[in-house]
């Protein structure tokens, strides 16, 4: 019969460790609210808000509701072509940071979440925007 190295088994066990430790990326059934988009933070007193159920995604981009769908797979988040929103008046300020939502939303390839932070990131890994958890 074989044995098994101390080293080996201390690499087993702390290779079963840490896999039962890994974190829950799941991001569904959460809210979030934008800090940053493009590297700049968002307009103050203008509430964007993110908020992700089943693969569906939806919140306020500070003037008008929208929604549509979204897949999430390990830290894979892709964004669907059915973005939807209603059609209010707004504000140039509120509807350019509207607008640079939108195409930000449309380049998203995969996420990163850190305590209570979620960042979305474009294919080559630069971040789009930040949001904070919403209760």
């Known amino acids: 019969m074989k044995r098994i190295s101390l080293a080996t088994l201390f690499v087993l066990i702390l290779g079963f460790l840490l896999s039962a430790c ?6 569904k059934n959460t809210l979030w609210r934008l800090v940053s988009l493009g590297g700049q933070p968002a307009l103050a007193d203008v509430e ?16 008008n509701s929208y929604g549509g769908s979204y897949t999430s797979k390990g830290s894979k988040f892709t964004v669907g072509a059915d973005i939807v ?51």
Not at 22 to 27: A, E, G, I, N, Q
Not at 85 to 111: E, G, P, R
Request: aromatic share 8%; net charge negative; charged share 20%.
């Open 48 to 63: 964007v808000t993110l908020n992700l159920e089943d693969g569906q995604l939806g919140g306020s981009d500070g003037c």
């Open 85 to 135: 929103s209603t059609m209010m008046y707004c504000t140039d300020t509120i509807n350019y940071q509207s607008v640079a939502y939108y195409t930000a939303l449309s380049q998203v390839a995969s996420f990163k979440l850190e305590d209570q932070t979620l960042a979305l990131v474009d294919a080559n890994g630069k971040v789009l925007m930040e949001f904070s958890r919403s209760e």
């Open 22 to 27: 890994k974190p829950d990326v799941s991001l």
